[in-house]
């Protein structure tokens, strides 16, 4: 009760969020990325899912910090560079969004009507165009691994900036609350237009090239990311809006001449 009464209670609580807020939308995007694959029917399924397990993920680590923070610990070196735990499960991570992400834009560059879902075939199966499937439990297989990965950059943080536990808890079940609110607009705009998808693909390219260089040591602040992408967004809604135009402008001059 008297943790609730203090000011900086809430202040801490509101910073916290905003900050697990940011630090999820990496993991937005990539189940975004994922889910888009999925007939309509199961994507907002799969999408609570995904997100449900990341709010568990950070908690399981939370709750078993002792052990997180002894991944800190150094296993060997290489080249000079100490390893620890955590690098280790950093690389991991940022070689498979590294190669996920690069195979997922040669797929919507190179065959995009392939990886369009359309229906339901079996159970637990989500039948493609052109017949190819995946099964609905590696989607998440691929989704539990990348939410480990992103939880540990969100539980270290969260422990650095709050002693309390009980607000670390708060800030991760309303973040990722607003995860859930805001996935599906956000997976629904990256699906309809294909240039903003291969563009949160690229980003999560860097996003990979982040996690392995944080696994030798190497910080990079993710503010130089999260600039470049917004820059890049922004330059791509830009050409959006100015391709709508022409496209209208072209139909009202078609509709005149006829």
């Given at each position: 009760?008297?943790?609730?009464?203090?000011?900086?209670t809430?202040?801490?609580?509101?910073?916290?969020t905003?900050?697990e807020?940011v630090?999820?939308?990496?993991n937005?995007?990539?189940?975004?990325i994922l889910?888009?694959?999925?007939?309509?029917?199961?994507r907002?399924?799969?999408r609570?899912t995904?997100l449900a397990?990341?709010?568990?993920?950070?908690?399981?680590?939370?709750f078993s910090?002792?052990?997180?923070?002894?991944?800190?610990?150094?296993?060997f070196?290489i080249v000079?560079?100490?390893i620890?735990?955590?690098?280790?499960?950093l690389?991991?991570?940022?070689?498979f969004?590294?190669?996920?992400?690069?195979?997922?834009i040669?797929?919507?560059?190179?065959r995009p009507?392939?990886?369009?879902?359309?229906?339901?075939?079996?159970p637990?199966?989500?039948k493609?165009?052109?017949?190819?499937k995946?099964?609905?439990?590696a989607?998440l297989?691929?989704i539990i691994?990348?939410?480990?990965v992103?939880?540990l950059d969100s539980?270290?943080?969260a422990?650095?900036?709050?002693?309390?536990i009980s607000?670390?808890?708060a800030a991760?079940?309303?973040?990722?609350g607003v995860?859930?609110?805001?996935?599906?607009?956000i997976?629904d705009?990256?699906?309809?237009?294909a240039?903003i998808?291969?563009?949160?693909?690229?980003?999560?390219?860097?996003?990979?090239?982040l996690l392995?260089a944080?696994?030798f040591?190497q910080?990079?602040?993710?503010?130089?990311?999260?600039?470049?992408m917004?820059?890049s967004?922004f330059v791509?809604?830009v050409?959006?809006r100015l391709r709508?135009?022409?496209?209208?402008?072209?139909?009202s001059l078609?509709?005149?001449d006829a």
């Amino acid at each position: 009760m008297e943790l609730l009464l203090r000011p900086e209670t809430y202040v801490s609580l509101l910073t916290l969020t905003s900050l697990e807020i940011v630090l999820g939308i990496d993991n937005i995007i990539f189940i975004s990325i994922l889910v888009g694959r999925v007939p309509k029917e199961r994507r907002e399924v799969i999408r609570r899912t995904g997100l449900a397990l990341a709010l568990f993920s950070r908690l399981g680590l939370l709750f078993s910090i002792s052990w997180v923070m002894s991944l800190e610990s150094e296993l060997f070196a290489i080249v000079g560079n100490s390893i620890s735990g955590k690098d280790l499960i950093l690389i991991g991570g940022g070689l498979f969004l590294l190669g996920k992400a690069t195979h997922e834009i040669y797929e919507n560059v190179e065959r995009p009507a392939e990886h369009q879902a359309t229906s339901m075939d079996q159970p637990g199966e989500l039948k493609l165009k052109e017949g190819v499937k995946i099964n609905s439990a590696a989607i998440l297989v691929q989704i539990i691994l990348l939410d480990i990965v992103f939880s540990l950059d969100s539980v270290i943080t969260a422990v650095g900036m709050v002693k309390q536990i009980s607000i670390m808890v708060a800030a991760m079940v309303i973040a990722v609350g607003v995860m859930m609110w805001g996935a599906k607009p956000i997976g629904d705009f990256v699906q309809r237009h294909a240039s903003i998808r291969v563009l949160a693909l690229a980003f999560l390219v860097l996003i990979g090239v982040l996690l392995m260089a944080e696994g030798f040591d190497q910080h990079i602040s993710k503010a130089y990311i999260y600039f470049a992408m917004a820059f890049s967004l922004f330059v791509e809604l830009v050409n959006m809006r100015l391709r709508s135009r022409k496209a209208r402008l072209e139909e009202s001059l078609n509709e005149s001449d006829a």
